[in-house]
């Protein structure tokens, strides 16, 4: 443990907290981008926010998926949830490949208000559509604040139950889905389980909760020990609950479909692989969810990486508790598809 001063909460002097000390490899990219993160997101720069990520945020084409004919890769348009527009999925699997393929069927992070679905392929189909020969679908759901709960859980969904529907046409083994996502992607997929129980919908093999943003109260310990230090802070996070929720946000009876760590009944979910930093605000609303699984009777493999800051492994790819973590996925992966 290490003690660090940091601006308290209500913005006045600062006062000093005990808080888990970052990796060392991982200080010295933080340091290198300064000795706070960016510019917190409020309601009043949202949308500027949005344009400059869209701007600058990746968005790889189709051929540039494709990557000289190592992926088969399309842009699926299909039906969305009812009085929603089509949702669009980004297909992609290995080449050459023949008979059904499991399927990781992925949302991408950006605490939903940010991201898009092609900018995490690339890494995924490296890592793990090869050397697991993965098909992959990636969801484009709708943003927050345009679209808010529960347009983009039901995008996610009304993907889910179309790919299952059309396991044939897409080549992939409908027994054999895992959903998976990393941040607000790894909450949607949290919900997605949830939902798909409740609606009798498409059973997944498994759930891969990558530091999933679960709760919107905010009123954990490391929500407030780590606000301002790492790469995403308190008021970041209310804003993209707020932006997602509107007047439900904090509600005292906001369904668990909406924020995964307000549900009370956790039995009967796919097993569960969840990851968090201890240096991250969302350690201890993970922690909790996995160990409410178990309390459920429920599987879970939960790992928490130590020093590790929200986000780390793409911060620091190369740094050694990255590599750790991406190997622990794939170990993982590998067992539940086996």
Same mark, same amino acid.
């Given at each position: 443990m290490s003690a660090r001063r940091a601006p308290s909460e209500s913005g006045g002097v600062p006062t000093a907290r005990v808080v888990p000390p970052f990796d060392p490899e991982l200080s010295v990219v933080l340091a290198a981008m300064g000795k706070e993160p960016g510019e917190s997101v409020t309601p009043r720069n949202l949308a500027a926010?949005?344009?400059?990520?869209?701007?600058?945020?990746?968005?790889?084409?189709?051929?540039?998926?494709?990557?000289?004919?190592?992926?088969?890769?399309?842009e699926?348009?299909?039906?969305?949830?009812?009085d929603g527009p089509d949702v669009t999925l980004v297909s992609a699997r290995p080449a050459?490949?023949?008979?059904?393929?499991?399927?990781? %069927?992925? #949302?991408?992070?950006? @605490?939903? $208000? #940010?991201?898009?679905?092609? !900018?995490?392929?690339?890494?995924?189909?490296?890592?793990? *559509?090869?050397?697991?020969?993965?098909?992959? $679908?990636?969801?484009?759901?709708?943003?927050?604040?345009?679209?808010? +709960?529960?347009?983009?859980?039901?995008?996610?969904y009304a993907g889910l139950v179309w790919a299952a529907g059309h396991a044939a046409e897409l080549d992939i083994d409908a027994d054999r889905v895992i959903i998976g996502g990393? !941040?607000?992607?790894?909450?949607?997929?949290?919900?997605? @389980?949830?939902?798909?129980?409740d609606r009798g919908g498409p059973v997944?093999?498994?759930?891969?909760?990558?530091?999933? #943003?679960?709760?919107?109260?905010? !009123?954990?310990?490391s929500s407030h020990q780590m606000s301002g230090l790492g790469t995403w802070d308190?008021?970041?996070?209310?804003?993209?609950?707020?932006?997602?929720?509107?007047?439900? %946000?904090?509600?005292?009876?906001?369904?668990? +479909?909406?924020?995964?760590?307000?549900?009370?009944?956790?039995?009967?979910?796919?097993?569960? +692989?969840?990851?968090?930093?201890?240096?991250?605000?969302?350690?201890?609303?993970?922690? @909790? +969810?996995?160990? *409410?699984?178990?309390? *459920?009777?429920?599987?879970?493999e939960l790992h928490v990486w130590p020093g590790a800051c929200h986000g780390f492994d793409s911060l620091a790819p190369r740094a050694a508790l990255s590599q750790d973590a991406r190997d622990a996925r794939t170990r993982w992966l590998r067992r539940v598809l086996a």
């Open positions: 926010r949005q344009e400059r990520d869209a701007a600058a945020r990746p968005r790889p084409t189709i051929e540039d998926l494709r990557a000289d004919g190592r992926f088969e890769v399309a699926l348009c299909v039906p969305g949830p009812p050459g490949l023949t008979g059904p393929l499991p399927l990781l %069927y992925y #949302m991408h992070g950006g @605490a939903m $208000i #940010m991201g898009n679905a092609w !900018s995490v392929l690339p890494r995924i189909l490296r890592e793990w *559509a090869l050397p697991l020969e993965l098909a992959v $679908i990636s969801v484009e759901y709708r943003l927050a604040p345009r679209t808010q +709960y529960p347009g983009p859980l039901e995008d996610c990393k !941040s607000a992607g790894g909450g949607l997929a949290a919900a997605l @389980a949830l939902l798909a129980r997944p093999l498994g759930q891969l909760l990558l530091c999933p #943003m679960l709760d919107d109260r905010d !009123s954990t310990f308190l008021t970041s996070n209310a804003t993209a609950w707020q932006a997602l929720l509107g007047e439900r %946000y904090g509600a005292a009876d906001l369904p668990p +479909y909406a924020a995964p760590a307000r549900a009370t009944d956790l039995s009967g979910l796919p097993p569960a +692989y969840i990851e968090v930093g201890s240096a991250e605000m969302f350690r201890d609303e993970d922690v @909790a +969810y996995a160990n *409410a699984i178990w309390q *459920a009777g429920g599987r879970a």
